[in-house]
T-cell receptor, first 110, second 109 residues
């Protein structure tokens, strides 16, 4: 069974631009969560989707948004990028209690 | 607020035993997780505790005390490949996962 895939793996953007990241969960998994990871801060929860509905949302500004499609694939969008948005963005899919993480998208904002 | 505390860094010797502690304060509790994350890689699942007590899985064991808001991960017969960050996470009353900042474990020969 294929694992969680994320595209792109690396991204360099300029302040003020917007970015869209994509996540394809493990086949059959209907729950997808997104996290931001920065050194020293650990994993910060962004949001969770289940069957196309946002089930939970973390404490991030409205510039961060997401959605899930009927095939469970998910996208997250960050508008008006700031330097502080530079981070590793991880997607995880789950069936039951265990989360399976993708390799992440490394976003650098210059 | 919700909070998870774990040591920032620990050092241990190959072949030895190390215990990584995690204390938490959350609004509700629906399970505690331990994940391992090697540098530059995604976290991978190690263990899940929802009831008090010890869960053993090979060289790794995890303990939970809900009344104390405390867990530990015990790693035995340490190997160099165990050098990684170990993340503690708690699922709160809203089923949201709250993560600790992680403990970087350094194994020395």
């Amino acid at each position: 069974k294929a694992g969680v895939t994320q595209t792109p793996r690396y991204l360099i953007k300029t302040r003020g631009q917007q970015v869209t990241l994509s996540c394809s969960p493990i086949s059959g998994h209907r729950s997808v969560s997104w996290y931001q990871q920065t050194p020293g801060q650990g994993l910060q929860f962004l949001f969770e989707y289940f069957s196309e509905t946002q089930r939970n949302k973390g404490n991030f500004p409205g510039r961060f948004s997401g959605r899930q499609f009927s095939n469970s694939r998910s996208e997250m969008n960050v508008s008006t990028l700031e330097l502080g948005d530079s981070a590793l963005y991880l997607c995880a899919s789950s069936w039951g209690y265990e989360q399976y993480f993708g390799p992440g998208t490394r976003l650098t904002v210059t | 607020g919700q909070n998870i505390d774990q040591p920032t860094e620990m050092t241990a010797t190959e072949g030895a035993i190390v215990q990584i502690n995690c204390t938490y304060q959350t609004s509700g509790f629906n399970g505690l997780f331990w994940y391992q994350q090697h540098a530059g890689e995604a976290p991978t699942f190690l263990s899940y505790n929802v009831l008090d007590g010890l869960e053993e899985k090979g060289r790794f064991s995890s303990f939970l005390s809900r009344s104390k808001g405390y867990s530990y991960l015990l790693l035995k017969e340490l190997q160099m490949k165990d050098s990684a960050s170990y993340l503690c996470a708690v699922r709160d009353g809203n089923y949201q996962l709250i993560w600790g900042a992680g403990t970087k474990l350094i194994i020395k020969p």
